[in-house]
């Protein structure tokens, strides 16, 4: 599905909290440029005629939409422990399966195993210095 930009929601007639909080909006029009990772997810991932991840717990405070990577990182880090607290929406699966079927892309699903499994080949991985701080990544 392509959508024009004619045809972008408004902030003021688009009724999410999350979009209103943190959607990349262009004042001119008062369209959303990029919506919530929610809104995207709604979507199909796409918005605008672009693949869209949305804005993120993880690239909200940049005013942009995410990464496939702060996607699933995002999930992982913020949404996934809420889930392991209190499994009881779960119905049966696991929080990691109930997640991959929900909140995942296709393209994130083998990024998202990896973090898991904490099989972090190929992630970039930050070193430190001796006070902490983060000196590289390898
Ligand atoms: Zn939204």
């Known amino acids: 599905m392509t959508t024009t930009t004619s045809q972008l929601p ?3 007639t688009h009724n999410c909290p999350n979009c209103h909080a943190y959607a990349v909006i262009n004042y001119q029009d008062n ?3 990029v919506p919530c990772s929610g809104c995207a997810q709604d979507r199909g ?3 605008n005629g672009h693949t869209c991840y949305g804005v993120t717990g993880l690239s909200a405070q940049y005013k942009r939409g995410a990464t496939l990577e702060e ?3 995002a999930v992982f880090l ?3 422990p809420r889930f392991i607290e209190d499994s009881s929406v779960l119905d049966g699966v696991t929080v990691d399966q109930h997640i991959l079927n929900t909140m995942i892309p296709d393209e ?3 990024l998202y195993n990896k973090y898991v499994t904490q099989d972090l080949e ?3 991985q930050a070193v430190y210095d001796d006070e902490g701080w983060i000196a590289g990544y390898i």
Do not use: F, N, S
């Open 78 to 80: 913020i949404i996934r």
């Open 71 to 73: 996607t699933v990182l």
């Open 122 to 124: 190929g992630i970039p």
């Open 10 to 12: 408004t902030i003021y």
């Open 31 to 33: 369209t959303i440029t």
């Open 45 to 47: 991932w796409e918005w």
């Open 108 to 110: 994130g699903k083998e």
